[in-house]
Structures are given as C-alpha cells and as structure tokens.
C-alpha cells in the first residue's frame, strides 16, 4: 500500500491530464521533495514499466534497465536500442523513468527524444532535479508543501504529514494549541520539504517534541536522525550505503552483521527514522538523499571493506554448494545484484579471485535453469575479464561464457570465450578433456550456424586428441550424425548412430535418446513415414521419462511435422533457449498451415526467418524460409513466395542443405510454371536429382500442390558430382516479380513489395503492433523490413518516412 501523498491533489490531476496530451512530462524538484512518490500515485492505476535510474551512469545503462524493466522478447544479435524501441511499441506501456539528469546521464534527452520519434503510443513520466528543457517535453515543478504563515491557522498538507509521521513513529498525539509555538517553528525551519518534515516528525517521536531543534537542510536533518538510532542501527544504514540497490532481508542481515531476526529489528528503526523504506515485498531500500548521507559518514569507516567481505561470505553460503546442484527457484536468485556485486568485487582482489570464479561457475546451473543467460553471462564475463582464475574452472567458466554468448548475442559471439576457454585448458591438469570438450561445444555452433564443414573440422579435432573422454568423443559423434543428415548422407549418418546409442548410460544417456530422433528423422527424410512417427514418439517417450525436456520437445515437434498430431509439450516459447525454440514456433507455422491459415502461418514463419537470422541460426532460417514461401504461395503472391525461395536456395547451398534446395527449387517452379515454363521445368530436374542422389523422397508440405508441378526437364550444367553447380545456384536468381510497383524516378521504386505495405501503413499512422496484426507479421518482422527501408531510402526515423509517403500520396 502506498504511503499518502499528502497536499499533491492538484499536481497529481495536472500529471495524469498531462500524460494524456504529452507523452514525456517531467516532475522536477530537489532531493526530498516526494517526487518518486508522486509518480507512484499517478500511475498507480497502470500498468507500468518502472526504471530506478539513480544508479544508472550513461545512457547504455539506462537503456539496459528499461530494458529489464520492459521486460521484453529480446533475440540474440538485437541491438540494445532497436529493441527498446520495439518493446515500447508492442506494449504501449507508460514507463517511468525515477531518478534521470543529463547530467547524471550524458545524451538521456536524446536518447528520449529518439524513443518518442520511433515510436507512436508509449508515454514517459521522469523524475529529476533539473528540467529537461526539451520542446517534446513537460516540466512540473513539485513545490514545496505550504506551511502555515504568521496569522494562519495551524493546518494543512505539512501539518498533517509531521503528525502522522509522528504517530507512525511511536509519538504522542500533539496537542495543537500548547504544541502551536514549536510546531510552527519546526514547520517553518522544513522550508516544506517533505523528507525533512518525515526526518524532523522521527526525531520528535524519539526525543520529544520540545527537544527538536529546527534544521536548515536535507541533510542536517538526515544526520540528527541518524544519531538518534542505536550504534547497531547506524552500521546496518552506513553498510546499505555502500550498495546501490535494494536488498532482502537475509542479505540486509549480512551487510549488518546482525541475525535476521536483529536485523528486521534494525531494519523497522532506520525506517521509524525515515532512513530506509520496506517494500511490500520485504526489500530494505534507501533514498538518494539518505544514501548520499551513509557514504559520506563511510568515509571516515572502514565499511565499504566490511561490505565487500560480508556479501563475499553471504553469496559463497547462498548459492548452490556445487556447479551441478541448484534450481530455477532457489532463493538467492531474488537478490542476484547482490551475488553481482560479491563476485565483481571479488573477482577483482588476487586474494578472492580463484573463489569468484567458483561462485560465477555455481551460479550458472541456476540462472540458466531459470532461463536467464544474460544475467549469468554478466557473472562468468566479470570473472574472465578480471584475471586468469583455476585452470579447470577457468576453462568451464569460459565454455559456459560461450554458450550463453550464443543463445544472448548470436551464435558465432560465443567463439571468442572458447578461445579464452583454450587459455586454461593450456595449464589445466588433463588439457586434452578440456580441449575435447571445448571442440564439441564450437562444433555445436558451427552446425547451428549451418557451417557443417566447420562443425566437421571440430570433430577431427576431438578424435585426433585421443583423450579417452567417452561423453566428448559421444557428444562429437552425435554432432557428426547430425552434420551428416543435415548434408543429405543419410546412409553415412545412420551407420553412426549404433556408436552413439550403445552404452549411453548415466550422463550420456542423453546422447544416445537425441541419436533415435535423427533415426526418426532420416526415416522420413527417405519416405519411411510411419517408422519414422514410430521412432519419433518412442524418442519422446524415454526422454520425458528421465526428464531430458530438450530432446523430448525436439522429438515431439518431429512427430507433429510427420502426423500433424496435436502437441504432447506445450511450453511457453519464451522460455526456451534459442537453438529449440525457433523449431518449436516453426512448428507452429506448419500447424497453421495443416488448417489452411495460411495467412497466419506467414506471419509466425516470416518471424522465425528475422529472429535466426539474428541469431545466426542459419538451419532454421532456411526452414524458416521455405514454410513461408509455401504460405505465401498458397495464399497467391507468386512474387514474393519466389523470391522468398530463391533465398532459402541460396542460403541452403552456401551451407550445403541439398534436400532443401530441392525443397526450394519445387517452389521456384510452381511460382514460374506459368511465366518461365522453360526455367521451372529445370527446377523441377533439379530436385529430383538431388534427392536421387542422397536415397531422399519428395515429401507432402501444406500449401504446395505437387501435382501442378510441370514435367522435368534435364539441365545437366545446374548439378554435377552429387550436388548444385555455380549455375543452378545462379539459376535461383532468375526469377520474376519482387519489385514494388512504385514509379521507377520515385524512391519508392527500390522497395520489395512487402517494404512498400508496410512503408504505406506507417504512412497511415500505424504503430508496428497495429501493422504487424494487419500484414499477419510479427512486430519484429514489421522492424526488420523498416530498418532495410530506412537504409534503402537513407532516412533516419518513421517520422521521415511517414512524410515521405505523405507526399507520394
């Protein structure tokens, strides 16, 4: 429940009307003016994302926190700002932004300023000491609360914040006439500042209200406060002092040095002094005012020491005892800037170094489980960039750094901690295990990234180091069978399977369950349908029963692309890491098309093609690609679906995917069967003899209607060995349409088709959310396709482009 907001009836109706017409205002005022109170009564009613910028220093942190507090779907290899501004537009929520200065934060007017040009609804209220000056901007000056002058009645707004204060505090009841003399005095000598007339009402219930000598600042007033509380109690203020966040009450108990029910005890005095607050949520936080007033005290302390070695000791008993145990739901994980703070701080000492970089590599399991990547790369990158630490754990540290590189930043982001991962493994006791394992985790990336060669060179690499360790040369066969399916030798591929499934027990039980859904998979890929959804379900069977919920989905997706069966898995895509969920929602896409809502199979399928290429999926995205083609052909638009599987064409030969340029070349030539006849006969050759080639069959796809295909004709330069040449590569080009109709002088004429709709709608004065819903695209989709429009028509913002199809209306 929030505190009253006493005397602010005015401003607060100016403030919620003003966020009706303006959509950044401003609440400007000094320290202790109730400010942050204010904004939390305005829009206590809305849904809001709240930002406590006092900590933050430059306007990449600022954007990291609203970010945070947004939020929002964030896809690996999204800039920072693109993704904010996206966030704001999906959600049109109003987002407050506490504590923010130019100069405090350098650039945060323009970076507000960019916000409010790119987007259409989001609104933001900001607290500050200083205006922000800007003409797109409000300022309200919070003023002082009215005390009463000479010759008024004792009353009003000041008046009954000190007493209700006082009776909060534990005082007694003033009584208004003997009291009149003292209360004037001390309301007159708060100059109205809320905080001080809370500071002076604390002091008054502890010593009296006769004993209260009338202050002159903020932070005369803090300070008398402070030296009302016990000396226990003045510790506890001084250490949350050195922190720059709220924190629990098991942490607050460590900073103070206090068992928890003392420090509960500590915690209710300080906030009886309005020196901290409690949250509802039982976090001890503290004002900026009262923090400036701890680390100026701390100065002359040896505290800041003492915080250092108190949250070390508390982060090192918190989180899990070892790297393997943890969970998703352990406690420590509400107060992770805490264990931030312990493992930078001790990351950074020689002494305590070794004992960070245990503390990052425990933290992981959790983290991760929790699906939060990015927060446990911020833990292993403070550790690697602080120092060499224990070569094993170094070396694990960097790996883990890596996966998490790929699944927050893009794949190949990752590869730079393998190579420092190789740095400790250089000195580690048994360097061959680590390097094994090193080599099986960058072999993964590389067939991510639909680079099988290079998958296949890490491979090599493990087995040439003959380390005897049975789960990286398991894990190296695994990844090679998968390489192999992907390259269309399915006959190379199954004969590896046996030497992965047999004996995997224990850890690599796993291994041996993810072998039996590449069987499934080559199974269908040769035609060998029911084998295949058979081989599929008992894949999904084993691995929900030892719990193995990766593979399990991986299996279930695969038998709902055979049998268009109902979903066994149902988890929240959000949730899932990157390299998964992409093939889950794509999944999706075909199920649409199964029901012939073909429209919104485009949509989520032409979302999956944005969020792997960003995320440098490269498999995926030329799935991706083909199942929207297939929907955009289905729904008629020749044009695009052409030029959607020419991409996916060249994007599969660079890797190379042979059945699916087989795939793609189907497409091309329904889409050019009735104007290049000639040319999708040869596209129709073309697929039969890739397929031919790797024993594959032309499987059904929803939406594409083979029999319309026309009759094969040979082109014998487009395939040569096995595989595509340089000319039918070259072949996937030479399609018709894609071009917008614009008048060829008019810069317009450089759009696709897709860029011109949605050019027009913003034009139209639609927000993303509102086009994407329009086009059956996702958000992202409509951002993608408005940053190639803006670098193809060298403009800078929707606001430009909006004027612009204004005038070639």
């Excluded at 907001?5 to 303006?22: E, K, M, P, T």
């Excluded at 797109?136 to 009645?153: A, K, S």
Aim: with cysteine; glycine share 8%; aromatic share 4%.
């Amino acid at each position: 429940m929030l505190p009253p907001c006493l005397g602010r009836r005015d401003l607060l109706a100016h403030v919620r009307s003003s966020l009706i017409d303006r959509r950044w205002v401003t609440l400007v005022g000094p320290s202790g003016m109730g400010k942050s109170l204010i904004a939390r009564h305005a829009v206590a009613d809305r849904e809001v994302a709240w930002v406590d910028a006092r900590v933050v220093h430059d306007v990449d942190g600022l954007i990291g926190a609203w970010l945070q507090a947004l939020n929002p779907d964030v896809a690996p290899g999204d800039a920072p700002l693109p993704a904010l501004i996206r966030a704001l537009d999906d959600t049109g929520r109003l987002s407050v932004l506490d504590g923010v200065s130019e100069e405090q934060i350098p650039g945060l007017f323009v970076l507000i300023e960019a916000t409010l040009a790119a987007t259409t609804l989001p609104r933001i209220l900001s607290t500050s000491h200083t205006p922000s000056g800007s003409p797109h901007g409000l300022d309200l000056r919070v003023e002082p609360l009215p005390t009463p002058l000479p010759g008024q009645p004792l009353e009003g707004a000041s008046l009954e914040l000190f007493v209700g204060r006082l009776a909060s505090a534990g005082g007694e009841l003033v009584d208004l006439r003997r009291d009149e003399a003292v209360l004037r005095s001390l309301l007159e000598a708060s100059g109205g500042i809320p905080l001080v007339i809370e500071q002076l009402a604390a002091q008054a219930a502890q010593v009296g209200l006769a004993a209260v000598a009338p202050t002159d600042s903020l932070s005369d007033a803090i300070g008398r406060s402070y030296a009302m509380v016990d000396a226990t109690s003045q510790r506890a203020f001084r250490r949350l002092g050195c922190v720059a966040f709220p924190v629990g009450l098991d942490v607050f108990a460590a900073l103070a040095e206090l068992p928890r029910a003392l420090a509960i005890a500590a915690a209710a005095q300080l906030e009886r002094h309005s020196l901290v607050e409690i949250t509802p949520d039982e976090r001890v936080r503290m004002a900026a005012a009262a923090r400036r007033h701890a680390l100026e005290v701390t100065r002359h302390t040896d505290d800041a020491a003492c915080v250092t070695a108190a949250l070390l000791a508390w982060a090192d008993a918190a989180l899990p005892a070892s790297e393997e145990e943890g969970s998703g739901s352990d406690p420590w994980l509400a107060d992770y800037d805490a264990v931030d703070f312990a493992i930078a701080h001790g990351a950074g000492d020689p002494a305590t170094r070794d004992l960070a970089y245990d503390m990052a590599n425990r933290a992981f399991g959790p983290l991760y489980t929790a699906m939060r990547p990015r927060d446990a790369l911020t833990l292993l990158e403070t550790v690697l960039a602080s120092g060499d630490g224990p070569p094993e754990v170094g070396a694990q540290v960097a790996r883990r750094a890596g996966i998490c590189a790929s699944e927050v930043l893009g794949t190949f982001e990752g590869l730079r901690f393998l190579d420092r991962a190789e740095q400790h493994a250089d000195i580690a006791l048994a360097p061959d295990v680590q390097r094994a394992r090193i080599a099986s985790i960058r072999a993964e990336m590389y067939l991510d990234a639909g680079q099988l060669d290079g998958a296949r060179t890490e491979v090599d690499r493990i087995f040439a180091l003959g380390c005897e360790d049975t789960y990286a040369e398991r894990q190296a066969r695994r990844t090679l069978m998968d390489v192999e399916t992907s390259a269309g030798n399915l006959a190379t591929a199954e004969a590896i399977a046996p030497l992965i499934i047999d004996g995997a027990t224990g850890e690599e039980a796993w291994l041996g369950i993810a072998a039996r859904v590449l069987l499934a998979q080559i199974a269908r890929e040769q035609g060998r349908q029911v084998e295949a959804l058979a081989a599929a379900r008992a894949a999904r069977h084993d691995a929900m029963a030892r719990g193995e919920d990766r593979i399990a989905l991986l299996a279930d997706v695969l038998a709902r692309r055979i049998s268009c069966e109902p979903p066994a898995l149902t988890p929240e895509p959000e949730a899932l890491p990157w390299a998964v969920r992409l093939g889950y929602q794509l999944q999706g896409a075909r199920d649409a098309a199964c029901e012939e809502r073909f429209e919104h199979a485009a949509g989520i399928a032409a979302d999956v093609v944005v969020l792997a290429d960003s995320a440098r999926l490269e498999r995926d995205g030329i799935e991706a690609r083909i199942v929207l083609a297939d929907a955009l052909l289905a729904l008629g638009d020749t044009g695009q679906a052409a030029s959607t599987y020419a991409a996916a064409a060249r994007h599969a030969a660079a890797c190379p995917l042979p059945l699916r340029i087989a795939d793609a070349f189907d497409g091309l030539a329904l889409c050019l069967r009735e104007t290049q006849p000639t040319h999708a006969a040869r596209c129709v050759w073309l697929g039969m003899q890739l397929r031919n080639a790797h024993g594959a069959a032309a499987l059904s796809r929803p939406g594409v209607d083979t029999s319309r295909l026309p009759a094969p004709r040979a082109a014998k330069a487009w395939f040569a060995d096995g595989r595509i040449s340089a000319a039918g590569i070259a072949a996937a080009g030479r399609i018709e349409g894609g071009e917008a109709d614009a008048a060829a002088d008019s810069p317009l004429a450089s759009l696709t088709k897709a860029q011109l709709a949605v050019a027009q709608l913003v034009g139209a004065g639609l927000t993303s959310k509102e086009i994407a819903e329009q086009l059956y695209l996702s958000p992202r989709t409509v951002d993608n396709h408005l940053a190639q429009i803006y670098r193809k028509l060298d403009i800078p913002s929707r606001s430009r482009l909006a004027a612009m199809m204004a005038k070639s209306a």
